[in-house]
């Protein structure tokens, strides 16, 4: 790898001091090494990168931060298909699994081509409403559909293939790729699955019924949930979140359909450190 592309959050990254020392390194190994903002200020509609302003030919980007930096640089860069390697400056994360105390001997591991590429799924929602399309994203670990704005349970009504499945009151549901089962499905009672498999986890949150479960779905399964009517008939209001992060309105007779995306995340693997380790040492800290 010759050509880097530095993403920071500059919450945990104040002033960009490991960045930049980040980029030092880098060059000072004859590598190229480019920083965003250093050209023209960042579009709109993207969080940490503008994919216009990257340049061509960039073999890796680093994301410096945490998961959800990570998360978010994976869907603003999803049409570039550049590898992206996570440093976590936070407390220890499932994605961006180098910690700040092991960034040089990360990029040694890097820059002597010892390092895996990774292949992560993605998730694809369409919503529609009266069958015409009105919204569509992309996520790297969940889509979830809830309620909009006061507590209360709401009804979804879910397809599989066309083939209705249940029917059931509940805060909200999950639909997980494996990279997201550690996330937000996990807390949800969803289960652990290898970062590497392809498939899609649907999980209630909250379902007001005894014998709901997650259920496990192949990786060409097409998922649909459907908003229900309010408890007084009316309509009902909801929400669809894209890895937590941005969000579509939804009401009663609205649907979302989530399946596997065309597109994939590369992440780099240089750590040590593998998925079951660090999965012992979050559950061994009850994180």
């Given amino acids: 790898m010759e050509r880097f592309y530095l993403i920071a959050n500059q919450t945990k990254d104040r002033n960009l001091t490991v960045t930049r020392q980040v980029a030092e390194y880098l060059k000072s190994h004859g590598k190229q090494c480019f920083l965003p903002g250093e050209s023209k200020e960042r579009g709109e509609g993207f969080h940490y990168t503008d994919p216009s302003l990257i340049p061509e030919d960039i073999d890796c980007a680093i994301v410096l931060g945490g998961d959800g930096t990570l998360l978010q640089a994976a869907r603003d860069m999803v049409d570039r298909q550049i590898p992206l390697l996570g440093i976590n400056l936070g407390t220890l994360g499932y994605l961006a699994d ?6 040089v001997p990360a990029l040694d591991h890097l820059l002597a ?17 009266k069958g015409r399309k009105i919204a569509e994203d992309i996520a790297l670990n969940d889509i979830v559909i809830g309620r909009e704005g006061r507590l209360r349970v709401v009804q979804f009504n879910n397809y599989v293939n066309g083939a209705f499945l249940n029917s059931y009151r509940a805060d909200g549901i999950i639909v997980a ?3 997201g089962s550690t996330g937000y499905s996990l807390s949800a009672g969803g289960p652990v699955v290898s970062p590497e498999a392809s498939m899609l986890l649907m999980t209630p ?10 259920i496990v779905f192949p990786e060409h399964d097409v998922i649909i949930v459907e908003l229900g009517p309010a408890r007084d008939g009316g309509t009902e209001r909801g929400m669809a979140y894209f890895d937590g992060d941005t969000s579509v309105p939804m009401i009663t007779g609205d649907r979302i359909e989530i399946k596997k995306s065309r597109k ?4 780099v693997k240089v750590s040590t450190i593998s998925f079951l380790e660090t999965l012992r040492r979050k559950m061994a800290n009850n994180i």
């Fill in 98 to 103: 180098i910690d700040s105390n092991s960034i």
């Fill in 113 to 129: 081509g010892e390092y895996e590429l990774q292949r992560r799924m993605m998730l694809t929602g369409s919503i529609y409403r």
């Fill in 177 to 179: 790729t494996p990279t």
């Fill in 205 to 214: 949150l909250a379902p007001h019924t005894l014998n709901t479960r997650s």
């Fill in 264 to 267: 994939d995340t590369w992440l």
